[in-house]
């Protein structure tokens, strides 16, 4: 459950990017001239983005809840494997989610002309920010997960072949101390 737990925050920030790219989308309203312009998203949109996101970790602390129920050495390996396949479930899409977020925002993430000298984004460069972003922190629990996979063969095996740690050396007598008798 503890690697679980651990592999389930990076877990949380891929799905908060990749959902970010497959969920967002700008909020449309009148302007005084009864032109239709684009807003920030509703808090709505932005709650659901969190709520996917927190999802799958919740999932993946959950498969590690199961596991450890199985009452394996091995369990480990199950909350590692969950994490690595979910995060190749987040990875896979996101040029395809970066491609569709790009299209709902025609003038970038900010929705500020790219005349007006407060531009900070030109239109799919946010996009591009979030999916690199999400590759490193996918690859990073991938490799996380792949390390406590390791990890626990490597302490499986040495228990197996009876490999044990130096002996502990028995306390120190102590000289001119008053013997405690029990009675």
């Not at 679980?4 to 909020?27: H, N, Q, R, T, W």
């Not at 993946?60 to 979910?86: D, K």
């Not at 790009?102 to 900070?120: E, V």
Request: charged share 15%.
């Amino acid at each position: 459950m503890a690697v679980a737990g651990i592999l389930a925050v990076p877990l949380f920030f891929v799905g908060l990017m990749a959902f970010s790219l497959k969920v967002d989308k700008p909020s449309h309203h009148l302007t005084k001239k009864g032109v239709v312009a684009l807003g920030d998203p509703t808090k709505g949109t932005v709650g659901t983005i969190y709520l996917l996101a927190f999802a799958v970790s919740a999932a993946l602390v959950l498969v590690g809840v199961l596991a450890m129920l199985l009452r394996s050495r091995l369990a480990t390996i199950v909350s590692a494997a969950a994490a690595i396949l979910a995060s190749v479930l987040l990875l896979l899409p996101l040029a395809t989610w970066a491609a569709e977020h790009t299209k709902r925002y025609p003038l970038g993430a900010d929705n500020i002309p790219h005349a007006s000298p407060s531009d900070q984004f030109l239109r799919g460069e946010w996009e591009q920010t979030v999916r690199s972003t999400a590759r490193q922190v996918g690859l990073v629990t991938i490799a996380l997960a792949l390390a406590a996979i390791a990890l626990t063969v490597l302490l499986e095996i040495r228990r197996r072949r009876g490999i044990e740690g130096p002996p502990v050396p028995p306390p120190p007598e102590v000289v001119g101390a008053p013997e405690i008798t029990g009675g």
